[in-house]
């Protein structure tokens, strides 16, 4: 027996010299196979008792024709000497070292961040208050709508009513542009109040022609040759024409109004629903009528 090899060694290696299997050997050694293979793995951890295996083992080693005594003795020896030291296992890899947090870095860009911020905030706001401004300059201005002024309102010229006939063949009330001869419609006011407050013309008229509505009334002014102004008066109010030369004057209503020219009450022009018609103011102009009184037309 070779001292170099171990037990099982040599019966692996004999048993390999004659071309047998461990299965081989088992079956004709009458061995147990998983003996068998213990014996030569030399692995003795889960082996029964040592009494019996060494009978199994002279069997054995008898089958494979080799020294059993030999072979006995040195398993004796094997099952008495103390077991190898096991080997140490690897040691494990040391943990990594935490990664050091470079917290001045960390610091840095915390207040960067904090800086910006409120800068990023300003420049959006200005930009969101630059466009709405640009949009609201380009956006059309609404036109003012301006109330009148309490105590005043305003007469557009209506249609003539029942009550105060216009002349055949006179106009429809129609809205015409603005002409120097511009009526004033004033709320009711004392009788006299509205005569003494316009009695001395402007700079820029010749003449002032104020007339007091008691009836309801239509009344056509033309001023110096331009175009007629027609309105239609309530009760108690009051319009005021101013011209350079002259009126000519129609009144649906003559018993409904009173003239005043230039501060001067004019008399009477007729009774209620009679109709006048182009009558001239002043009544020194040359084309007024011969006669002192204005015409009077009665109303059909």
Not at 118 to 137: E, F, G, N
Not at 157 to 172: E, I, L, N, Q
Not at 268 to 273: D, E
């Amino acid at each position: 027996m070779d001292s170099s090899l171990s037990i099982g060694e040599t019966l692996r290696r004999r048993r390999e010299e004659r071309a047998l299997t461990p299965e081989q050997a088992a079956f004709q050694s009458k061995v147990p196979l998983r003996l068998v293979q213990m014996l030569e793995s030399d692995d003795y951890q889960l082996l029964p008792d040592p009494l019996y295996l060494v009978r199994l083992l002279h069997e054995y080693a008898t089958f494979l024709d080799l020294d059993a005594a030999a072979l006995g003795a040195e398993f004796q020896r094997a099952m008495h000497r103390p077991p190898r030291p096991a080997t140490p296992p690897a040691p494990a890899p040391a943990p990594r070292a935490a990664s050091t947090i470079p917290w001045k870095q960390v610091l840095w860009t915390v207040a960067a961040i904090l800086v910006a911020t409120p800068l990023v905030v300003i420049a959006l706001s200005l930009a969101s208050k630059r466009s709405a401004d640009q949009t609201v300059s380009t956006r059309p201005g609404e036109p003012k709508i301006e109330q009148p002024a309490s105590g005043s309102s305003s007469v557009e010229p209506p249609a003539p009513k029942t009550d105060g006939v216009a002349p055949d063949g006179s106009p429809p009330p129609t809205t015409l542009p603005e002409a120097t001869a511009t009526p004033v419609v004033a709320t009711p006011a004392p009788p006299g109040s509205a005569e003494h407050a316009t009695a001395a013309p402007s700079g820029a008229a010749g003449h002032i022609l104020i007339v007091r509505a008691q009836e309801p009334t239509w009344l056509s002014v033309r001023a110096d040759q331009k175009d007629p102004r027609e309105v239609l008066l309530q009760p108690d109010q009051v319009v005021r024409f101013e011209a350079q030369t002259g009126y000519r004057v129609t009144v649906g209503n003559a018993g409904g109004v009173t003239l005043s020219l230039d501060g001067t009450p004019l008399p009477p022009l007729g009774r209620s629903g009679e109709v006048v018609r182009d009558l001239v103011l002043p009544p020194g102009r040359r084309d007024s009528p011969a006669s002192g009184a204005p015409p009077a037309v009665p109303a059909r």
